[in-house]
């Protein structure tokens, strides 16, 4: 009778783990299991949380290592004894619960398709009727019902079956709190409050540049020499919010372009469809920021004139910064709280981007990051005027001239590129694909590039250093121009059908796919500008830096199309392809 049981026992283990390695699960040395003396496999499941992160990595490896230890010495006293960490426990019913939730979404979808093709089947011969006359449709729709994806109910029983076993493990019985999970309900369409907003903040927009450029132009702020040091106070920090509002524009542009041409970004990027931002929202945060930051232009530029004191109202830009911080950072669920939160998540991860995991949104928000220098810049010359009180005695040279800042102008200058080359390390490492190493290679030629540029900047009358500005800079641009169009872009393909392309495009007109290649040439060689060194006075200096920051912006929201169009037809980053949950089990064998 025991011998019996542990038999039936043992047919259902093994039953069940074929089950298992059918459905994607890999297990260790599944098919040459031993069992004990008492007849019972001999194998353990170690639950096997994945090392995406850093503290993963570390509680994995001590985890491991100290389960092994106790599970050692008491399977030498009692046998019978294993231990297992809670926080992994925790963190493994997280996982099986998205895995449960992943699939009854997938069932849905499923069940969806089927319906879905007997409406076609159904338009289809109702057309057919009315073409040609005959009422032919009763028996293909006898045929057609009689199918299995059709007439199974399968599809219904599994989704019972899993709200049957969610409810119970993991809602507590509690059916409606189960139906949360299983079926969340998508917030209400508020497209047309937000459309609402976007034109009055564009209205407004509109009307404060027209007052500040008549105010700047009624007290000559840009023309009097007297008043360079206002260009050193606010140019750095409208500078930064002009950028920024640039790059939001850009990125919305995107999302339109990707909603027109249907590229599936929210699957590629891993978005939660439900809070991950549409076109309308990106113009909408893009509008509201610059009409906050014109008009406390406006109003700085008004007290200045009006003879307030300067030491007051300087300190205008400082706090709009600081306001802005304290937004991105704010936990109230208010203003875009998901988005704003998962960017700084991202932003983490590229900043410990050798021990993260990297996904496809943290590279694409790394290369972001590398047309964004200039800001960066912009942000250490606010944060020394502002920390170190410059504010208040107007010695703006202090900062310019240290040896610090001129050391912390090589780091951030480097630290975009220096991230993403620590992203395509840790894909190296995870993949051993050797691409990842050539393209390694790229964001040192680059970092070399900017390091020459920044040296040349602060000896002009240096040849040798011209020099090597512009060998540098010529093999970093031609290293990324090979980059952007054969590798991210996937373009000059001498053996497709359609001349230097590819042959899958998600845009008609080709001609268009050939003027951006010609414009990626013209903005990647913004950086002539460096040595050609135009002499001009130091508003005007300025100024050109913004322009050309601006381009490399734009350059980059017109590289953002390309990639992830190349991504959505061709998967060229290699990522996953189709949605699929890990599960935190792996089994091993108990000796």
Request: glycine share 4%; hydrophobic share 45%.
């Amino acid at each position: 009778m025991e011998s019996s049981a542990l038999s039936s026992e043992s047919s259902q283990t093994d039953d069940m783990i074929l089950a298992l390695e059918k459905n994607g699960v890999n297990f260790v040395n599944s098919a040459t299991r031993t069992k004990t003396k008492k007849g019972k496999p001999n194998t353990t499941l170690r639950i096997d949380i994945p090392a995406t992160n850093p503290t993963r990595t570390i509680s994995a490896l001590t985890s491991m290592i100290w389960e092994d230890l106790v599970n050692n010495t008491k399977k030498e006293t009692s046998g019978e004894y294993y231990m297992i960490n809670k926080k992994k426990i925790q963190c493994a019913e997280k996982m099986i619960r998205a895995a449960f939730v992943e699939l009854y979404r997938g069932l849905g979808l499923l069940k969806t398709y089927s319906s879905l093709n007997m409406m076609a089947f159904m338009k289809i011969l109702k057309k057919f009727d009315k073409v040609s006359h005959e009422q032919a449709s009763a028996s293909y729709l006898k045929a057609v019902k009689r199918s299995h994806f059709i007439s199974s109910d399968k599809i219904v029983r599994l989704m019972d079956e899993v709200e049957s076993i969610f409810t119970k493990h993991f809602a507590s019985n509690d059916s409606k709190k189960a139906m949360q999970f299983l079926r969340p309900q998508r917030p209400k369409d508020s497209d047309h409050y937000v459309t609402f907003l976007l034109g009055l903040f564009t209205g407004c927009l509109v009307s404060l540049v027209i007052v500040y450029a008549i105010l700047a132009y009624l007290s000559s702020i840009f023309s009097s020499n007297s008043q360079v040091a206002y260009t050193e106070i606010v140019y750095p920090v409208f500078s930064v919010f002009a950028l920024l509002s640039l790059h939001l524009f850009m990125y919305g542009c995107n999302l339109y372009m990707w909603k027109c041409t249907r590229i599936n970004y929210i699957f590629i990027f891993e978005f939660v469809p439900k809070t991950a931002l549409k076109y309308r929202d990106a113009f909408l945060i893009c509008t509201a920021l610059m009409t906050s930051v014109i008009g406390a232009m406006v109003a700085h530029l008004m007290l200045r004139v009006s003879g307030f004191s300067p030491s007051h109202v300087d300190a205008i830009p400082g706090i709009l910064l600081l306001a802005f911080i304290v937004i991105l950072i704010c936990p109230f669920d208010f203003l875009y709280r998901p988005t704003r939160y998962c960017f700084l998540r991202i932003l983490r991860n590229i900043v410990l981007s050798p021990f993260y995991k990297v996904l496809l949104v943290d590279f694409f928000m790394a290369d972001q990051l590398t047309s964004q220098i200039p800001l960066m810049r912009h942000l250490e010359s606010i944060t020394c005027y502002f920390l170190a009180g410059n504010f208040q005695t107007h010695d703006y040279q202090i900062c310019k001239t240290g040896r610090t800042y001129r050391e912390w102008a090589y780091l951030i200058s480097f630290a975009p590129y220096y991230w993403r080359a620590m992203q395509c390390a840790r894909r190296w490492f995870d993949e051993s694909d050797p691409n990842h190493l050539a393209n390694l290679g790229k964001y040192v030629s680059a970092m070399v590039a900017a390091g020459a540029r920044l040296t040349y900047a602060r000896q002009p009358d240096s040849h040798l250093w011209l020099g090597i500005v512009v060998a540098t800079s010529a093999v970093a641009t031609i290293y990324q121009l090979y980059w952007d169009f054969v590798k991210d872009w996937g373009l000059l393909d001498r053996k497709s059908k359609n001349l230097w392309l590819r042959n899958n495009l998600v845009l008609k007109s080709k001609s268009i796919y050939y003027m951006s290649i010609a414009l990626n040439v013209i903005l990647r060689l913004a950086w002539l500008e460096t040595v050609m060194n135009f002499q001009t006075n130091r508003i005007q200096s300025e100024l050109t830096d913004v322009m050309l920051a601006s381009l490399e912006v734009i350059r980059r929201g017109h590289w953002n199309f390309y990639r992830l169009e190349n991504e959505h037809l061709n998967n060229a980053g290699k990522f996953r392809a189709v949605k699929t949950v890990p599960l935190p089990f792996r089994e091993t064998d108990s000796d």
